[in-house]
């Protein structure tokens, strides 16, 4: 299109990066602004799961639904960037062994393709595994490298024009009347402050939509959800080992090149850049992380942290019962200020869908009729991002 209109992108996690490759190949101008390094947030500091949707089939269903569609159209659009690994559902007593009717129903009733497989058979793939689970389900989760995962998106987004700027912080907003209309921004690099214009921006800074939110006189229901994550320096499972219940703390190993993270616990907190990290949250996910695979007790631990997940709030539901969906809020359309869009919610495992409908309601604002092709489009490598 000529004079293409030009969106500001401010935050470059993973929602961030998939809306900048989604609206640069629909042909508008855009320019990415992220305070720090590509995934310095929370996408950098996650479990690094490529869900499958088994986590939340039961209780969570389009959260489910999400994240396996999701799941199979990032293995076809960004497979370099990706560990497509697989995952166990394990049982380890008589109440997990009952929740795998639930748990199979639901695999089914969201599409996720699930199969029981013999104990023996679990245990010759996972010799590290508890001898003691009584069943196992297999599904198609996997891993993904965040920093890799997010310059694939930022490495098409730059082959189409797009324009990434980190270490740029936004410091305020530039109105003209009542409408966003640009960014004010620190540079970090250069200690200069400037002002960049837009045609509209977008807010995908996550757990800190908040803060953006405020800037535009306007409020969005995110609700910051820390978890602890606990890394054993030592890769002692081969597939994501789940246990099989409902969410709980605790409750999953992610193989990450030769580490297991173990995760992950749950609650609320005020700001995103202040998490303090209990003690009794670290030896909680050991304990958890033992009971599915042992020798994770004699394992060193290379690190401990902590992340604020961008959930969107329910009344009278506790963090931990959050749904994991994802929602774009037109903040002119609930009457607040015009030219800024929040997305937020979801998961890394969704960020090209989130993008989408982001991306979707951006042109629906602009008046451009474009269609989306980030299902289908093959990504770049990340190894392109710095070429």
């Known amino acids: 299109m000529s004079n293409p209109p030009h969106v500001i992108i401010i935050g470059a996690g993973s929602t961030g990066s998939a809306t900048a490759h989604d609206l640069a190949l629909r042909g508008l101008s855009v320019t990415v602004v992220e305070r720090g390094e590509i995934a310095s947030g929370t996408t950098g500091r996650n479990h690094c799961l490529l869900h499958s949707g088994g986590r939340y089939c039961v209780n969570d269903k389009e959260g489910a639904i999400e994240c396996i569609e999701e799941n199979l159209i990032l293995r076809r659009i960004m497979p370099h960037a990706l560990e497509m690994n697989d995952g166990l559902f394990v049982a380890l007593d008589d109440e997990d062994y009952a929740f795998q009717e639930d748990f199979l129903a639901g695999c089914e009733e969201c599409h996720i393709p699930a199969r029981e497989i013999p104990v023996k058979q679990a245990l010759e793939i996972e010799p590290f595994l508890n001898p003691k689970i009584k069943a196992a389900v297999q599904v198609p989760d996997g891993v993904f490298e965040p920093w890799r995962f997010c310059t694939s998106f930022l490495a098409t987004a730059k082959k189409n024009g797009a324009t990434i700027r980190n270490f740029t912080e936004v410091s305020d907003l530039v109105f003209q009347g009542s409408a966003v209309a640009g960014i004010q921004v620190f540079d970090h690099r ?17 757990s800190w939509a908040g803060i953006i939110a405020e800037m535009a006189h306007v409020n969005v229901p995110v609700a910051p959800t820390a ?3 606990v890394t054993i ?4 499972n081969n597939m994501v080992i789940n246990r099989m219940h409902k969410p709980h703390d605790g409750d999953i190993v992610v193989p990450v090149r030769n580490t297991s993270i173990i995760g992950t616990t749950s609650w609320r907190v005020t700001s995103p850049d202040a998490i303090e990290i209990p003690q009794d949250q670290i030896d909680k996910m050991m304990h958890a992380g033992e009971l599915l695979i042992p020798s994770i007790k004699a394992g060193r631990q290379r690190g401990v942290m902590a992340v604020a997940r961008p959930l969107i709030a329910s009344a009278n539901v506790d963090a931990r019962d959050f749904s994991r969906t994802f929602e774009a809020f037109n903040h002119r359309k609930q009457g607040g200020a015009a030219g800024i869009i929040t997305i937020s919610g979801g998961k890394t495992t969704t960020a090209r869908g989130m993008a989408e409908k982001v991306s979707d309601v951006v042109c629906a604002e602009l008046g451009i009729s474009v269609e989306c092709k980030t299902k289908t489009t093959p990504l770049v490598s990340y190894r392109d991002f710095y070429n």
């Open 227 to 229: 978890g602890v994550m």
């Open 190 to 206: 250069t200690g200069k402050t400037e002002t960049i214009g837009a045609d509209m921006v977008v807010n995908a800074t996550g």
């Open 233 to 236: 320096g030592t890769r002692l």
